[in-house]
């Protein structure tokens, strides 16, 4: 911890200065003093984010109380301004993954994969993503994420995997799930945090609305081409040792010794299934609004006399950090809508771009974005920084501003080459250590280039072909 001090005093002291650099730089044409000062804090921000000295909630909040201090807007509408959809939605979601994850469906999935695939590991991976990538439809990547490791963790143990970087099978499993985790939370607005965040952006400040079914629609012909790619990826670069026969051997023992399922686990997943159901109908029927559905839901978990989730691990297990960030990343947001901020990062850093054609920006922004949420590890905060200026700069050139959402989406949730967004530290950082930074880059950077270019040229096709925006 002494060792780290330093930096983090260095590091905050930089940041400081810069706000202060930025308070006796002239304000540029076109851009209020308030504005300014946003955009100064904001590059303290970030530079805070990505060394964090402080935790980066807590960086996130005393970013959003700078908006009330220079009276851009009042206490009571920052706090007010920053709430999202997305913030209520995790509420249930939360309750679902923990369902999943104290219930004997993970352990039914597992051992239903080991029997298909047998001792030959590229089918237990690509059944193992697959599954993870469904689940994904309604568990935020993060928390699927530590619900699905646990149980990689038990094949590899069963196999008499050895910790370190030193097995092939590990690093495949480890990775798969992560990367599966960021692929299937795409299906669904629900998926990811991020997802609805991006979408309660672009609303807010364009009021332009991508449906439940539009954004599955687009979330399925990217689950179609990015699982097989990644799992592809995967399973040439590490070539995964086989899992031996005594391994699945003793997974199946502990299925059959489950009974069939009981009524809290089929009064659990009735609840996820109409709730997913009636989600999907919202998209034609405004009345199944989304957080009202969600919300029932969330009490029907808990409902007497059914057990399907602990309150005391619901509140305890539940990354409530996610939804604070959100808030927090909500409430600057509004910050830079008021102040005009957001329209003149537009219209001066993205400038260059105006006389280029749409295709080429949006792959270029598509690069981008993908570099900078691998560099900064805040999914919530990369969609709070590129949604707004981004999705301007794409209606400003005549493209297809759904299509930008959803990209934004995705670089804002996934991070394929590096391990610092949390899905994938959450493995790195574990003691085990089964894969280095570099193992994750040289697989990562195959998804990386595909996801670019589908949501940089076929998303856009296939937006126009639907209709949308």
Not at 119 to 125: E, G
Not at 215 to 222: A, E, K, P, S
Request: with cysteine; net charge neutral; charged share 10%.
């Amino acid at each position: 911890m002494r060792e780290k001090l330093p930096f983090k005093v260095g590091i905050t002291a930089i940041s400081i200065l810069i706000v202060i650099v930025t308070y006796l730089l002239p304000t540029p044409e076109g851009l209020v003093f308030e504005g300014k000062m946003l955009l100064g804090i904001l590059v303290a921000c970030v530079i805070m984010w990505i060394c964090e000295p402080v935790p980066i909630v807590v960086t996130a909040w005393a970013f959003a109380a700078a908006v009330p201090l220079m009276g851009i807007l009042s206490s009571g509408e920052t706090w007010a301004s920053g709430v999202s959809v997305a913030m209520i939605v995790c509420l249930p979601c939360f309750a679902f993954a923990l369902f999943v994850q104290y219930s004997s469906i993970s352990l039914r999935i597992i051992a239903f994969i080991l029997k298909w695939a047998k001792h030959d590991s590229k089918k237990v991976l690509a059944g193992l993503m697959l599954a993870t990538a469904l689940l994904s439809l309604i568990i935020d990547d993060l928390v699927l994420v530590i619900v699905m490791l646990p149980f990689a963790y038990r094949i590899l143990d069963e196999n008499k995997t050895p910790w370190g970087n030193k097995s092939n099978l590990a690093k495949a499993l480890v990775l798969g799930i992560a990367f599966a985790s960021y692929i299937g939370g795409w299906i669904t607005p629900v998926g990811s945090v991020v997802n609805i965040l991006a979408m309660g952006f672009a609303e807010q400040a364009f009021g332009i609305t991508v449906t439940f079914a539009n954004w599955m629609v687009l979330g399925i012909i990217m689950n179609i081409v990015l699982l097989p790619i990644s799992w592809f990826a995967i399973v040439k670069i590490f070539k995964p040792e086989p899992i031996s026969d005594e391994a699945i051997e003793r997974i199946q023992k502990e299925r059959s010794e489950i009974s069939g399922f009981g009524k809290d686990e089929i009064w659990g997943m009735l609840v996820i299934v109409v709730t997913l159901a009636l989600w999907i109908a919202g998209s034609w029927f405004p009345q199944l609004d989304m957080t009202v559905i969600g919300l029932l839901a969330l009490f029907l978990m808990f409902l007497p006399p059914f057990k399907c989730v602990s309150f005391k691990k619901w509140c305890d297990e539940s990354p409530w950090s996610v939804v604070m960030l959100n808030w927090a990343v909500g409430c600057f947001v509004a910050g830079f809508i008021a102040t005009g901020a957001m329209v003149w990062l537009v219209n001066t850093a993205f400038a260059p771009l105006m006389g280029l054609p749409v295709i080429v920006v949006m792959i270029l922004v598509a690069v981008f974005a993908c570099v900078v949420h691998n560099i900064l590890p805040a999914g919530a905060a990369v969609a709070g920084l590129i949604t707004i200026p981004v999705c301007g700069l794409v209606i400003g050139l005549g493209g297809n501003v759904t299509a930008a959402i959803f990209m934004c989406a995705v670089f804002s949730s996934a991070a394929f080459l590096l391990p610092l967004d949390l899905c994938v530290y959450v493995a790195y950082s574990n003691e085990r250590k089964y894969f280095s930074p570099f193992d994750e880059l040289k697989v990562g950077w195959i998804p990386s280039i595909a996801a670019i270019l589908m949501v940089s040229i076929v998303l856009p096709l296939v937006c126009t072909a639907m209709g949308l925006a």
